[in-house]
C-alpha cells in the first residue's frame, strides 16, 4: 500500500492537523501579540473541547465536571513546576513537601493530567452506573465539591487568593503542539474499539450488554480519558496566565467550553475543533464591541455580560433548531466534498413522542 | 446545643429549604429536566425588591407580592422562550439550554444593574423578634415557617382536589398518556414553571430577608441547596423535596454544630458528598414513589 | 369514520409502516391482526398522535388529523387504550377515571359516563379510593378502557387488551368489547388472539411487517386469507 492508501483512514485528523498547523504558523508570521495570545489560548480550550466530545460524544452523558479536573491539572502542573522559593512567595502555608517539588514544565503538566485522571478514576466509577438526571447531577455535585476544596485548602492552593508567578512556558507552539496530539488521541478514540462500543450502549444499552459490552467500564474510562484532556489543557493554561485563583475553574469557563461543543457539534472530533474556532471567534469579536462600548461610557456601571448573553441566545437557538450542530454528526475530511457519512446515533436522537 | 432556639432555625431552614426543593421537583417529576436556572428566579425576585424597595414608595407587601409575581413571569417566560423550542428534542439539550438561561439571566443583571452587590432596604418585621418561651425568636423564622404551611396546603389543594392539579400529578407519572387523554401539553408544563416561580419567588423574600443584598449569582448557592434536598428526597417525589429539605437543614445544622472549626468551610462539600452517597446507595431517595431512577450497571 | 391512507413511519433507519391503508366506519368493530413488530402497536399511535407519518394521510370523519398534537386528537373523540394497561398508578381509581372525563366539561355527563362504566365494570366502583397500582392485571385493564370510555369516545382504539391475562379475564374482556360493540361504540382493536377476535368482529385487516397483507370480513379471511402464512411464517410465493 502506498502513502495516500495508508494516510486514506486518517483523513479527519489530518485535516484538522493541518487548520491547526496553518492557523498557528499564520499567527506566528504576522506577530501580533494580541493574536497570538488569543490563538494560543484557543489552542488550549480546544483541548479542553476535545477532550469534552471524547467523553460526551461518545457515551451521550452531559458532565459539568469537566471544567473542575483542570483546576486539579493547573494547579498540580504549577505545584510541580514553580521554584521553591517562588512558592513560598504566593503561598507561606503551602505544605512543605510541595514546595520542594520540582518538575520540568512537560512533566509538570502531564502530572497534573495524571492526578487529574486518577482522581477521575477513583471517584467516578460508581456514578458511572448511574443514568440521565441522576448522572448529571452528580457531575455538577463534582464541580462544586472541587471547587469547594479548592477554594478552601489554603495549605495547597492558597485559598480563594491568587496564586502568581507561575512561569509563562506555554508558547504558541507548545499549546498547537498538545492540541495536534489531543485531536488525534480523540479522534483514534472514537474509532477505537472502547469508542464504537460505548456508542452502541448509548444507543442501545441492553443490546449492547446481550453482546458482552460492559456499558459502565466503556463510560469510566472515558470519562477518565477526558479528565486527562481536562488536566493538560489546566496545564497548559496556568502556564499560560501565570496567576489564577479558583473562581477560574468553575461556571462560566463550564458553560464557554459546553458552547463551544454544542456550537461545533457533540457528536465529531471536528465539531469540537470547528466549535472552539467559531466561539472563540465570536467571543473576541463580542468583547470588542463591549469595550468599545465602555470607551464611550454608554452604560455608567460598565458593560459587562454582553458576550455571554449572546453566547446563551446562540446556543439555546442552535439545541432548538440546529442540535447536532455546525458539523451535524459529520466529520472534516480532505477533498471537504467527500464526506464521511454521519455516525449512526448522536446525542440528539430521533424519539417518537410516545 | 440543641435548644428551642436551634430547633426554631431548623425549622425555619427547613421550610426554606422545603419551598426551594418543591419548586424545583415540580418542573422535574413532568420533564424530567434539572432547571439550572431556578437560581437565577431567586435573583429576579432579590433583584424586583432591591429596584422597587429602593426606589419606589410602595409598601413591603406590594413589593414582595411584585418580586413574586417576577419570578413566576420570568419561570413562565424562559419556558416559552427557551424550553419549549428545545422540548421535543433530548433531555440534554433541555439541561444545556437550561443552563444557557441560566448564564442570560445572570449576564442580564450584571449588565443591566451592576456586577456589584446592591443593598435591599427591609421592612423593619425582618430585624424584630417575639419572645417565646423565654428564647428570643426572630419574625422571619415564623413568618418563613406560616409561608411553608401554607403554601404545603394549597400545594395540596390543588394536586388533590383540582382537576389541574390531578393533571399535573398525572404527567409525573406518564406524561405522554395524559396527553392522550386530551391534557394540553403546555398548560400542564407551564402551570409547572408557574409554581416553580412562586415557589422560587417567596425563597427569595426570606433567602435576601437573610443577608439584606443582592448580586448577580445569589442564584448559586439556593440552586445547590435544591439540588441536595431533593435528591436526598427522591426526584419524584414532592413529600420527598419537602422531606428532604427538613433533613438537609437537620444535617448542615448539626454539622454546624459537630464538625471542627476548620472544616466549617467545607460544609457544602460534604453535603453535596453525602448526595453522592445517597444517589449510589438509593438512586431513589429517601422517599419511595412509584417509578424508580434505573440503574444502568 | 376513520381512513388511513398510504400512511409511511419510520424511526430513524427502522421502517415500521410502508403504506398502511385502511378503513373503520361508524359503528364497527374492525380488528387490525398479526405477529410481534408487524406494526400494529405503531399503526395506532400513528393515528392517536403519538407518532408522526412521514408519508401518507389520516383522517377522521373527511379532515385530516395527520400531524395533531395527542391531546388534539383526544378531544375530536379519538381513545387509545395503548398496550400494556397504561393507568396511573400512582393515582386513585377516581382521579384516572376523573382525568378520562377530561375532555368533556360537563358534570352531568361525567356523572352519566361514571355509572355506565361502574354497570360495566362493577369491581371498579368498589376499589373507587384505592391508587391504581394495587389494583389486579385484569382490575387494571378494566380500569384502562374504563378510563377511555369516560370521554365518551367517537372511536375507541384497544391495543391487545387481553395480553397477559388469564384465560377467565381474557373471556371478560371479549365479552365486553362485544357488549361496546352492541352498544354502539366504534372500536378499532388490535389483537394477536386470532380465533376469538374473529368471532366478534365485523371485519379485519392482516398486517405483516408494515403492511397489510389481508383484509376482509372474518368468513373471508377464513376461507381466502392467509393467516397461516402470516403467523407462521410460511408465505404465499409473491410474484
Known sequence: MNLAGRLKPFNTPLTLVAIIVVLAGITALLGISLLTRIVTVMFVSMILVLGLQLYMGNSGILSFAHIGFMGIGAYTSVLCSMLPAAKMLTNPDLYPFLVQLHLPFLPSVLMGALVAALFAAVISYPLMRLSDAAAVITTFALLVIIHV????????????????????????????????????VAYLFKESRIGLRLRASRDDAYAAASIGINMVVMRWLAFIASAFFAGVGGGLWAHFITSFTPYSFY???????????????????????????????AREMLRAIENYVNILQVFPQGFFGFTEMVLAVVLVLILAYRPQGIMGSNELRWPPWCRKPAVAGSVQSVRPLS | MIDLEFVINVLSLGSLYAMLALGLVIVYGILRLVNFAYGELIMIGGYTMYLLAGFTPLPWLVIASLAVLAAMFTSLFTEFVAFRPVREKSLTAMLITSFAVSTFLQNGALLMISPRARAVTLPPVFQSSVMIAGTSVPWRHILTIVT?????????????????????????????????????????????????????????IFWIGRS????????????????????IGGMRSLTGAVVGGFVYATIISLLGIFLPPDLQEFREAFMFAIVILVLLIRPQGLIRSRTSVERVG | MLELQDVHVRYGAITALRGVSLSVGEGELVALLGVNGAGKSTTLASIAGGLRPQQGDIRLEGSSILGKAPEQI????????????????????EENLRLGAFTRRKETEYRRNLSEVFDLFPVLRERLPQPGGTLSGGEQQQLAIARALMSSPRLLMLDEPSLGL??????????????LHQRGVTILLVEQNVDRTLEIVDRAYLMSTGLIEGHGTPEQLRTHGDIEGIYMGVRRQKD
Not at chain 1, 270 to 278: D, I, M, P, Y
Not at chain 2, 148 to 157: D, P, S, Y
Not at chain 3, 166 to 179: E, G, S
Open chain 2, 212 to 231: 439584606a443584598s443582592v448580586t448577580p449569582t445569589i442564584g448559586g448557592p439556593p440552586l445547590l441547596v435544591a439540588f441536595v434536598a431533593t435528591v
Open chain 3, 74 to 93: 383526544a378531544r375530536l373523540g379519538l381513545s387509545l387504550v395503548p398496550e400494556g394497561r397504561d393507568i396511573f398508578a400512582s393515582l386513585t381509581v
Open chain 1, 149 to 184: 476544596v479548592m477554594l478552601h485548602w489554603d495549605r495547597v492552593t492558597n485559598g480563594p487568593r491568587t496564586l502568581f508567578g507561575v512561569d509563562n512556558f506555554t508558547s504558541l507552539w507548545t499549546s498547537a503542539g498538545f492540541c495536534l496530539i489531543s485531536t488525534f
Open chain 3, 166 to 179: 388469564a384465560p377467565a379475564l381474557v373471556d371478560q374482556i371479549f365479552d365486553l368489547i362485544a357488549r
Open chain 1, 251 to 281: 461556571l462560566t469557563e463550564t458553560f464557554v467550553v459546553l458552547a463551544m461543543l454544542v456550537v461545533g457539534g457533540p457528536n465529531s472530533v471536528s465539531g469540537a475543533v470547528v466549535g472552539t474556532l467559531v466561539v472563540t471567534g
Open chain 2, 148 to 204: 411553608c404551611i401554607v403554601m404545603l396546603a394549597l400545594l395540596t389543594l390543588l394536586l388533590r382536589r383540582t382537576v389541574l392539579g390531578i393533571a399535573l400529578r398525572a404527567a409525573a407519572d406518564n406524561f405522554a398518556m395524559t396527553r392522550m387523554l386530551g391534557v394540553p401539553a403546555n398548560t400542564v408544563i407551564s402551570t409547572a414553571f408557574a409554581i416553580s416561580g412562586l415557589m422560587a419567588g417567596l425563597v427569595s
